[in-house]
């Protein structure tokens, strides 16, 4: 196999070990996927592409320049998708004024009561949790609203999957250690096929990034580049699923 | 069935008429789901103890059976389960959860005060044989999703509905059939293969599960979908 992003952070045992274990077996796609787009909002993005050390200043849980890297590859999924009418599927948080909901989460984090002292809000006066406009929700998609890192955890995610009768997801979107991974691990667990988009997620850390893309390389989903989950996409009859009409619904008031 | 008919059932005699017309606007075409599994709720010996008599009769020595009711729907249930078979479609069995250390001492499917059960009333009544390669569920609440991964089954097998029956009616087939309509599923619960210690119970639950859940549908209607099934997967062959 060909350099993968995460080796020069593994030792030489490692990558004997996972070489003699059988683990990273290239698995089935799944013949009916969604795509999946976790998170990638103003709080994780920014406006635009700023030095991640400067980014935190404002919003702590920004993932900086990276996000914007990613945004064409998003983009470029997203527009194949909507093109075959396989489901585009994008979570983000949801959260009371007064922030009580914010549960666990402030357990680890001791810049978390800036939130409810301050709420951020983007220069354009959007909320921090509004997925960025430039790949903004089309009628058609549908948008979770979670509070947990999974996107399975207490949403209706599962029952939409159940309803459009898919057996795969495609996974993109921040942070790769974070929702990304626990979204990963439930629908492993649901018993969907997993693939997860390597240049289509993101995380505030990079080491975090590349050995979270290892792990769920190894365990639970292929690992691809978007050229060859691109090129899969576009192998797929159109016209699978029976989405939402959008009926009713402008661009952003699918949000 | 045809939505002229969709109160054709055997609550019919118990709902008054303005409590239908409340109802009215719920009336559709009922049918069986696309990619069907069948889920077989809770036949266990503990339902069938006692013979066939009413329920009352057995309080003293079999309180958790349904007596005259089980034992009526044992022939239904036996030719929906040869028609699940013959159509080669997925079957679900469940029962309670008995494993050693598995839960809290309070922890059961329903509030009822409980006596002393042995592991043998919670085996598979004897005309409803598992086959090898059927799946049985064991669970410790009344829904057969509740905490057990039965739903991470029906995805991996691609189901997209389920055929409901088993008991009771107000307890674990309710919670059943809910939990499988909030999960996604379409639900067919088959009238004359589920039951409940009571009529009058066991028709105002089907009542409710009928108008806000799922169809409920008669055996015959069901098992001559399932047959047009087989009839297909021959033809697609």
């Given at each position: 196999m060909t350099d993968r992003i995460w080796d020069q952070y593994l030792t030489e045992r490692d990558k004997a070990v996972f070489a003699a274990s059988g683990f990273g077996a290239t698995a089935e796609w799944g013949k009916r996927p969604a795509l999946l787009v976790i998170d990638v909002n103003y709080a994780f993005?920014?406006?635009?592409?700023?030095?991640i050390l400067e980014s935190i200043k404002t919003w702590r849980t920004s993932c900086g320049e990276d996000a914007w890297e990613a945004m064409p590859v998003l983009q470029r999924l997203i527009g194949v998708c909507r093109g075959k009418g396989v489901p585009v599927i994008y979570t983000t948080g949801t959260r009371r004024p007064d922030n009580w909901d914010s549960g666990s989460w402030?357990?680890?984090?001791?810049?978390?009561s800036e939130d409810s002292s301050s709420p951020r809000t983007t220069s354009?006066?959007?909320?921090?949790?509004?997925?960025?406009?430039?790949?903004a929700p089309a009628p058609q998609d549908l948008v979770v609203l979670k509070?947990?890192?999974?996107?399975?955890?207490?949403?209706p995610l599962h029952s939409y999957l159940q309803l459009l009768g898919c057996d795969s997801v495609i996974v993109t979107g921040t942070t790769t250690s974070g929702c990304v991974r626990a979204t990963v691990l439930d629908a492993f667990s649901l018993n969907f096929r997993v693939t997860v988009v390597e240049d289509g997620c993101f995380d505030r850390s990079q080491a975090s990034h590349a050995i979270n893309l290892c792990d769920m390389h190894a365990k639970y989903a292929n690992v691809y580049h978007s050229d060859v989950v691109a090129a899969h996409l576009q192998e797929l009859p159109s016209g699978m699923f029976d989405l939402?009409?959008?009926?009713?619904?402008?661009a952003q008031a699918a949000e | 069935m045809t939505p002229e008919r969709?109160?054709?059932?055997?609550w019919r005699d118990v709902v008054p008429d303005d409590l239908l017309q409340i109802y009215a606007p719920y009336k559709r075409e009922t049918f069986v789901g696309p990619n069907p599994a069948l889920l077989l709720i809770d036949l266990y010996n503990l339902a069938y103890q006692?013979?066939?008599?009413?329920p009352l009769e057995l309080q003293?020595?079999?309180?958790s059976s349904c007596g005259i009711y089980a034992h009526n729907a044992i022939a239904p249930t036996r030719r929906l389960i040869a028609a699940a078979r013959a159509a080669a479609i997925p079957i679900f069995y469940c029962t309670s959860?008995?494993?050693?250390?598995?839960?809290?001492?309070?922890?059961?499917?329903?509030?009822r005060k409980m006596t002393r059960r042995s592991p043998e009333d919670f085996e598979?009544?004897?005309?409803?044989p598992p086959q090898p390669g059927d799946v049985i569920i064991r669970k410790q609440?009344?829904?057969?999703?509740?905490?057990?991964p039965l739903i991470s089954h029906l995805n991996r097998m691609g189901v997209q509905s389920v055929i409901v029956c088993g008991e009771s009616t107000s307890g674990c087939v309710r919670a059943s059939c809910v939990d499988a309509y909030s999960n996604g599923l379409k639900v067919s619960l088959v009238e004359e293969c589920t039951f409940d210690r009571h009529e009058l119970i066991h028709k105002i639950n089907l009542f409710d599960l009928h108008h806000k859940y799922v169809d409920v549908m008669a055996v015959d209607e069901v098992i001559a979908h399932l047959e047009g099934f087989g009839a297909q997967a021959a033809v697609a062959e």
């Open positions: 993005c920014d406006e635009k592409p700023v030095p402030s357990w680890k984090n001791n810049r978390r354009h006066g959007r909320d921090g949790n509004d997925i960025v406009d430039a790949i509070q947990k890192p999974s996107g399975f955890a207490g949403t939402p009409s959008g009926a009713g619904l402008s | 969709f109160e054709d059932h055997v006692g013979g066939p008599v009413p003293e020595h079999y309180p959860d008995l494993a050693p250390m598995a839960a809290p001492s309070d922890v059961s499917a329903t509030r598979i009544w004897h005309e409803f609440r009344a829904s057969i999703f509740a905490g057990t």
